[in-house]
Structures are given as C-alpha cells and as structure tokens.
C-alpha cells in the first residue's frame, strides 16, 4: 500500500479548475519530483494535500487514513510536512525557537505547557550543523539572507520529521553549490521519508527525483523515470515548449 | 537557561526588592499609604494578564474589564452576604423577597475564590470558543471583545435586584482568611497583595517561557504557519484567552478587597481602554513590564489629577499615542533596546579586534 493516495483530486476557484482529475501515489522512501509550467496547478496540489485548500472533489488517503475533511494541523499529526513557494518561517523568533517550535511531535496543550524551554538539544544541533546554521541559532530569523531564510526551513521540516515532506521550489534563489547541497540532504531523507518536490531546476530533478510527474492546466501529463520524462513528446511541447 | 529568561528573573528579583522592601520602608511601613499602593499592585495583575493574551499571542481583548468585573463582584457577593443578616439591603429595596440561587454559594469563601478565577475563565472560554474556531483574530477580536463588555456592563446595570445596579456593592464585610480578619490599612494586607502579585508574576514567567508561550509568539506572527506544524491554534488561543481571564479575575477579587466596593464602573469601556494603556506603556512583551506598567500609570494618576485635575485623562490619552507612535514596545522596549546596544558595543569591539587580526595576516603574507 503506498503511503499516499491521491484519487480523482478536483477543485474549483470560480470558474477555474486549477486541479482537475488527479491522480498520484507516493510509496514510503520516495522522491516524486512535480513538474508544470506557471499556473499547472502544482502548488494548489500542495494545498489540498496538507489542507491549506479544500478540494471539490476526490479523495487523499495517507498511511490508512481518509484525510481530505480533517483540518490541516490534524493531517500534520498523521505525518504530513510542508514548506511553502515563500519561505516562510517565524521571523520574529530565533534560529533556535523557529526549530523548537517545528519539533512538535508533542504539539498538545499539555505537552507544551509542562514543558518548560531547555536550552540544547543534540537534535537540533545536528540540523543545524547540517544546514550550516550553527553558528546563526541564537539570531532573530528576520535578519537571515534569502538563502538561509530556504535553509531555516528545509531545517525546520527535517527538525519536524514528517513521514511526507511537501516541499515548494525548495531551491528557488540557492546558488548552484547550495542547490548540490540540498541535493543531498534529500538524498539522506529518503531513507526515512517519502517527499514530493516541486521544482523547475531539471539538474536538481535528475539527481533526487525516483519518479516524476508532470502536470499542465490541472492535469497530469506524464509520469515516469527521469528519461522517460525528458523523451516523451507531450511533455516536450507542452511543457518545454519545442 | 536562556537569556531572556536570565533577564526576566533578574528583573524579577530587583522588582520583588522594590515591592517588598524599598516601597514598605520609603513609606515609613504606614497601612494607610500602604492601602493605596496595594491599589496599584493589584491591578498590576490585569495589566500583566492582558500582556500575555496581548503582547505573547496577540489577542487584543478589549473586554478585559469584564472579566476583571467578574472576579471583583465575586468577592463583593461573598462580603456582602457576610455583613448582611439575611438578604442583603439592595435586594429588599428591589422587592426581591429571596436570595437569588446563584447568590447562596457565595455564603462559602472557597467557592467564591474559586468563582473569582473559574467564572471569568469559563465566560472568556465559551467566547474564545466561537471567536477562535471561526479563525477570527485582529481587529475583530477587539470588537467582539469590546462589543461583550459593553453588553455585560449593561446586563449588571439593568439587574439592580440582583447585582445593586449603578450603585454596585457597597456596606462589604472584612474578609475572614482561615482565621484571620484582614485589616486593609495594615502591612499584612499590603503583603497579601504583593504575594498575589509576584505568584501571578511567576505564572506570567513560567507560560511565557515555556514551549505553551513559544507557541502563542509563533501564533502571534503567522497562525496558519503555526498550524501546518500540527498545533491546534484555537485551542492554544483559547487557553491563552482563558488564563488571561482568570488572572484578570483573581486582579478583580483583590481590588474588592483593597477599595471594600464593587462597582459597575469596573466594567466600564474606559476603564478597559486604561488597562490596554498601562500594558502599552509598561511594555506588553513582558510580564514584569506590563505589571510596572499599571503601577507608574496609577501612581502617576494620582499625583497628577491633583495638578491637573480636569485635564488628567486628556493627558493619558495624548501618553498614548505618544507611545504608541514613539514607543511601541514601552518602557520595556527602551530597556531592552539600551541592552542590546551595549551587547552589540561589547560585541563589534570584539570582532573589530578579529578584524583587525585577518587583515593584518594577508599583509604579513604579502610582505614574505
Ligand atoms: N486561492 C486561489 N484562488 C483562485 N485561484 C487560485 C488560487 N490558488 C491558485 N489559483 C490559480 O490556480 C492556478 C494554479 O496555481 P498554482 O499556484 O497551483 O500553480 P503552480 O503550478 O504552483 O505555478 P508556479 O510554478 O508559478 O508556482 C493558477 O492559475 C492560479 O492563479
Ligand atoms: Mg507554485
């Protein structure tokens, strides 16, 4: 059983069909790369995953369960992490406080309220060093960079460790050297997580993606290997345009 | 332990030796100086109450005094019943022949204290219930909060037989603390008060810097990022809603106590719109602030109606927007902004010294 099902997704913005029949399955340590031109609809795919939008019609079951009329902080709990197109993180909080409030495998009231604020953990550490943060934790994440802004998030999702990453254009604005970096941080989330990328960055696609899946106007339009992808004439007109 | 949370006990320590020690000796240990000050301190307490649903998690609530009102008839229901053979005077001036159902358990002064806390906590949480559920926050929350206490103000004002109307409660009783008779114009009282004050202190402390007070600041910022991290932010907001309520509840009970009257004009719109001022001007970031806060401002007020006797208000109001244009994080901020620029002073002094080493190795090199 995949751990993702996606059957017949379908939404409607007034007139718009920006979804419309989607199917996608994603099995436990997958990376299924979404590819479309602007406005495919790849993020609204996103939305109606994680429940920041609510679908038409269709159905999305994850690991066992029917997730599509449960609100978005519940599907989190089953597993399910996001990073949005725009970086966003806490930018009135630090480094530091962004990651703790991302380690929520104890989100209750309860938890949190009798959990009063440690200072290090080697968890966090480890995140940290791994995106290079290290030395930024105790910083206000309002006066990162761009760049470090995407890392504070990758690292927050890693610090969330959700069975399912959904992850927005995570390299949008990295240099070729961070991109490579990314790379291989999701490389070593795979064995432990199954993620969905969204990217247009085909050198970044080549190296993570198990399987990908092109989308255009709402709908799928190819799915396959990465050479499958790059031979396959509809993909090819539609989506790179020749 | 983080550094904040250094700063907050530190401020805590030097506020308790102001409070317990500096003010008693500067006004000669005299109750009846004393009593006024007891004033300030509790309503210190709604101030810092407001600070955490306000300043932690961004929940302005303009209805503050409605819950403070709660607490404060509360206690007057149980002084009065006390003073009172049989029904009390109000009651039969009204031609209300019976004690009312909801007055009799206010005969125990264990469920009053408990009511103080628990009415106001459980009226703020069937409010915060709707308001949070239907994602609700900003502005609107202003005006719904505001829009309940200009409502249950009224509500009071109408049921004269049951509550003594415009005139509130007055002809209280001492109270009877498990033996003790309290004498408001005594140092006992005064250190009753700053007791409840420093406890109510603690818990602001303890919430604040606990994952639960991390939370609410991430919810202040940004609710919907907040949720896809799988926290359930009506109820995180309720909660905050609903300790706030109770400790302006328990600041209620006191102020009975201290004044020895509950009055309707507790529940007025200005008089909500003041405790919104005294956590501004304190800084509503911080606990401890937002409690100095209420004390500067009254302490202020009463020095300066004297002077200024019509013009008082006019002079809070222009405060106001003074701070709010020039200072918006309060006295807090300016304390803490000053700390930050001495760490930062201390810090490029430092990384200067490191600067001044990197560059001076490339000229060595170059020398070579
Ligand atoms: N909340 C919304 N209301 C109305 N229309 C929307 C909404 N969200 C998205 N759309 C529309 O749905 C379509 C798909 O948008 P979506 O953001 O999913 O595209 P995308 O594939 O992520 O594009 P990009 O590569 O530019 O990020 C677009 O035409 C967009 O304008
Ligand atoms: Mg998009």
């Given at each position: 059983m995949d751990l993702l099902e996606v059957t017949d997704l379908r939404v409607d913005f007034g007139g718009l069909?920006?979804?419309?029949g989607l199917n996608l399955n994603v099995s436990q340590g997958e990376i299924l790369c979404l590819l479309g031109p602007n406005g495919a609809g790849k993020s609204t795919t996103l939305d109606l995953i994680c429940g920041k939008t609510q679908l038409t019609s269709g159905s999305i079951r994850f690991d066992g369960h029917e997730?599509?009329?449960?609100p978005e902080f519940k599907r989190v709990r089953y597993g399910i992490g996001r990073k949005f197109q725009v970086p966003s993180?806490?930018?009135?909080?630090t480094v530091d406080e962004n990651l703790q409030v991302a380690r929520?495998?104890?989100?209750g009231l309860l938890q949190t309220l009798s959990k009063f604020r440690h200072r290090h953990s080697p968890e966090i550490e480890r995140i940290l060093e791994l995106v290079g943060l290290e030395t930024r934790r105790?910083?206000?994440?309002?006066?990162?960079?761009h760049g470090e802004t995407q890392w504070l998030e990758i690292a927050m999702l890693i610090a969330q460790d959700s069975k399912l990453i959904l992850m927005d254009?995570?390299?949008?604005?990295?240099t070729i050297q961070e991109t490579d970096k990314t790379a291989r941080i999701f490389e070593s989330l795979r064995k432990t997580h199954a993620l969905i990328v969204v990217e247009h960055d085909m050198s970044f696609v080549r190296q993570v993606a198990d399987r990908i899946t092109v989308m255009a106007q709402g709908k799928k339009l190819a799915e396959g290997t990465v050479t499958e992808i790059e031979n396959n004439e509809a993909v090819k007109s539609a989506y790179l345009g020749h | 332990m983080t550094k904040k949370l250094k700063y907050d006990l530190v401020a805590y320590a030097l506020f308790a030796a102001v409070i317990f020690l500096a003010v008693p000796a500067y006004l000669n240990f005299e109750g009846y100086e004393l009593n006024t000050f007891a004033r300030y301190l509790s309503l210190g307490i709604v101030s810092l109450a407001l600070a955490l649903s306000?300043?932690?998690?961004g929940i302005l609530n303009l209805g503050q005094a409605a819950t403070f009102g709660m607490g404060s008839y509360a206690m007057a229901m149980h002084l009065k019943l006390k003073s009172?053979?049989?029904?009390?005077d109000f009651m039969s001036w009204n031609n209300v022949e019976e004690l009312p159902w909801f007055w009799v358990?206010?005969?125990?002064l264990s469920f009053t204290l408990l009511a103080g806390l628990l009415i106001p906590a459980s009226i703020g949480g069937i409010i915060a219930i709707f308001m949070f559920r239907a994602r609700i926050s900003g502005v609107f929350v202003a005006v719904i909060t505001l829009a309940f206490l200009v409502a249950f103000q009224l509500l009071v004002i109408e049921q004269q037989g049951y509550?003594?109307?415009?005139?509130?409660?007055?002809g209280l009783a001492p109270l009877t603390l498990l033996g003790w008779t309290v004498d408001i114009y005594s140092l006992s009282f005064y250190y009753l008060i700053a007791a409840c004050l420093f406890v109510a202190i603690m818990i602001g402390i303890y919430l604040v810097h606990s994952k639960f007070g991390l939370i609410l600041r991430a919810i202040r910022e940004d609710a919907d990022r907040t949720r896809f991290f799988g926290y359930n932010v009506a109820s995180y907001e309720t909660a905050a809603f609903c300790i706030s309520a109770a400790l302006a509840g328990w600041s209620g009970m006191l102020y009975t106590l201290v004044l020895e009257f509950a009055s309707p004009t507790y529940m007025s719109v200005s008089f909500s719109l003041a405790i919104v001022i005294w956590c501004a001007v304190g800084g509503r970031e911080s606990i401890i602030a937002a409690a100095i806060g209420a004390i500067v401002v009254n302490l202020l007020e009463v020095r300066l109606s004297d002077v200024f006797v019509e013009g008082w208000n006019l002079i809070l109001g222009v405060t106001f927007v003074l701070i709010v244009m020039f200072?918006?994080?309060g006295l807090h901020g300016v304390v803490a902004g000053a700390n930050d620029w001495i760490a930062r002073r201390k810090d490029s002094r430092v990384s200067n010294a490191k600067h001044s080493n990197l560059k001076s190795r490339p000229e060595i090199k170059g020398g070579q």
């Open positions: 069909r920006a979804v419309d997730i599509s009329n449960i993180v806490f930018k009135e909080l929520s495998k104890h989100s105790a910083d206000m994440a309002g006066n990162l960079s254009e995570p390299t949008a604005g990295m | 306000w300043g932690t998690a009172s053979q049989g029904l009390p358990p206010f005969h125990s509550t003594g109307g415009q005139n509130g409660l007055t200072m918006p994080r």
